[in-house]
């Protein structure tokens, strides 16, 4: 099973501590989920808030991954279920964050590897 946010929108591009790095605030209301990922500044520039973007996170590698606009892998270091389900995972050392307000166990299942592949279109 695939998470897919269709309808999910860019709520803030903040800068971070770090220089040359910024925070992508992904929410899609729809599906109850919110993304916070750390991406280089180079990676954003494409990227403005308020747009559209399609979200696609899968335990398995992603069919059309060179067609997006950012396509990584990443690794897991903790899931949680506080208010909801939680993923902190890396993509290269940087920072994500996946949070699922009612995740089917479907879902649930894309976490129990160590790794994931996320697709940004």
């Known amino acids: 099973m695939v998470i897919r946010l269709r309808n999910a929108t860019i709520k803030a591009i903040e ?13 899609s ?6 993304l916070t990922l750390e991406l280089p500044e180079a990676l954003c520039d494409k990227m403005n808030v308020r747009d559209g973007i399609v979200v696609i996170v899968d335990s398995k590698p992603i069919a059309r991954g060179d067609k997006s606009k950012l396509y990584a892998e990443g690794d897991i ?45």
Not at 15 to 27: H, S
């Open 77 to 121: 270091f903790k899931i949680g279920e506080n208010g909801g389900f939680e993923v902190v995972g890396a993509i290269g050392g940087l920072r994500f964050v996946l949070t699922l307000a009612n995740p089917t166990p479907a879902k649930k299942k894309i976490f129990a590897a160590d790794r994931f592949y996320l697709m940004l279109l």
């Open 29 to 34: 209301k729809a599906e109850g989920a919110k």
């Open 15 to 27: 800068d971070t501590e770090t220089k040359r790095l910024k925070l992508l605030r992904i929410v």
